[in-house]
């Protein structure tokens, strides 16, 4: 009877870029959007800085990704191309340092050597690569990958607060566009949560509190300085 798993961390790449610019676009642009309106600001300047937020904000979560994760690309290629060159040079050497982790992890000498000779003959590059250096395929760095899922969430994430401000009077633009906000973090917790296999209530109340620590800390700057003037 074959025993099917279903695993998440081949997700975990862009998982993670999504849910940093979704999380990002929503925090950011409410929080700009409340220091602005709290600083007494009319609902057009309020959209116009809002929309500048959107933009910018976007293009450099893509340019911050794409240069985080490419400097993880290149670091892991540098490991893997002087692994490649110790295999060429010292391939007993490597033989034995790839038995040795094996036999760390449980497994008999014997056996440890047995398995690190295999595994060699079938890819040695690709064994120690994932066993001594901790990089596979599924785990891989990939720089545009999570410049398109980073940049495109945080999109869809700063237009949420935007369009509240279009739909809700000045009266209530505050409290409107903070209590929304919030509800949309809660959601993109528990959505994050779901697709990462993770238990919901714990993501949803860590990415709400820190988003309401934000728009808080942001709407009162934001009427100070519209006090002051």
């Known amino acids: 009877m074959r025993h099917s798993e279903k695993h998440r961390t081949h997700r975990t790449g862009w998982l993670r870029a999504a849910v940093l610019g979704a999380n990002d676009g929503i925090v950011s642009?409410?929080?700009?959007?409340?220091?602005?309106?709290?600083?007494g600001a009319t609902a057009g300047s309020i959209l116009i800085a809002g929309v500048a937020?959107?933009?910018?904000?976007?293009?450099?979560?893509?340019?911050?990704?794409?240069?985080?994760?490419?400097?993880?690309?290149?670091?892991?290629n540098a490991?893997?191309?002087?692994?490649?060159?110790?295999?060429?040079?010292?391939?007993?050497?490597?033989?034995?340092?790839?038995?040795?982790?094996?036999?760390?992890?449980?497994?008999?000498?014997?056996?440890?050597?047995?398995?690190?000779?295999?595994?060699m003959q079938h890819d040695a590059l690709q064994a120690h690569s994932r066993?001594?250096?901790?990089?596979?395929?599924?785990?891989?760095?990939?720089?545009?990958?999570?410049?398109f899922a980073s940049a495109g969430t945080f999109a869809i994430g700063a237009a949420l607060p935007l369009l509240v401000v279009l739909l809700l009077p000045e009266s209530i633009l505050l409290w409107g566009v903070a209590g929304s906000s919030l509800l949309f973090l809660a959601i993109l917790g528990y959505?994050?949560?779901?697709?990462?296999?993770?238990p919901p209530m714990k993501s949803v109340t860590r990415v709400a509190f820190w988003g309401a620590m934000?728009?808080?800390?942001?709407?009162?700057?934001?009427?100070?300085?519209?006090?002051?003037?």
């Open 79 to 119: 490991d893997i191309a002087r692994e490649r060159h110790e295999l060429a040079t010292s391939p007993d050497a490597e033989h034995a340092e790839l038995a040795a982790i094996y036999e760390a992890r449980g497994l008999e000498k014997s056996l440890a050597s047995e398995v690190a000779t295999q595994l």
């Open 191 to 198: 959505l994050s949560a779901v697709t990462g296999g993770a």
């Open 131 to 147: 066993d001594e250096l901790g990089i596979s395929e599924t785990l891989a760095a990939r720089p545009v990958q999570a410049a």
């Open 214 to 229: 934000a728009m808080a800390l942001t709407a009162a700057v934001g009427s100070l300085f519209g006090v002051a003037a």
């Open 29 to 39: 642009t409410a929080s700009l959007v409340l220091g602005v309106a709290a600083a």
């Open 53 to 76: 937020g959107l933009v910018a904000g976007a293009m450099s979560m893509a340019a911050g990704e794409y240069v985080s994760v490419s400097s993880q690309a290149d670091t892991e």
